[in-house]
């Protein structure tokens, strides 16, 4: 029974290396990393990482390759939902690709 485990834990673990979360603080940018692709699956924007709101799709690129930058707005509407006393930061939710 152990035995079976172990691959099915490998897996696992295998697969959270390929799931990323990366948080970037609007109005700033990100830079793709050599050798890597990144795929957008959500993007959330949110201010003391308390509440979080999911924005649209169009906001930014499907898929970002070795050296492409991702930047983040200062303001989108969707902040207006937020308290705008506070820092927005972006959450994006990746795949990320050899």
Known sequence: MKAALIP???QI???LQENRILEIVAG???VVPNNEVWEVNA???SENRAVSIKIPDSYFK???E???TINTPLYIPEMELLNSKST???KFYLD???
Request: charged content about 10%; proline content about 4%.
């Open 28 to 30: 700033n940018f990100q």
């Open 13 to 15: 673990l295998f697969d």
């Open 43 to 45: 993007v959330f924007i």
């Open 62 to 64: 499907a898929k970002y």
């Open 88 to 90: 927005v930061f972006y």
């Open 66 to 68: 070795s050296g492409d």
């Open 8 to 10: 099915l834990i490998a």
């Open 96 to 98: 990320s690709h050899p």
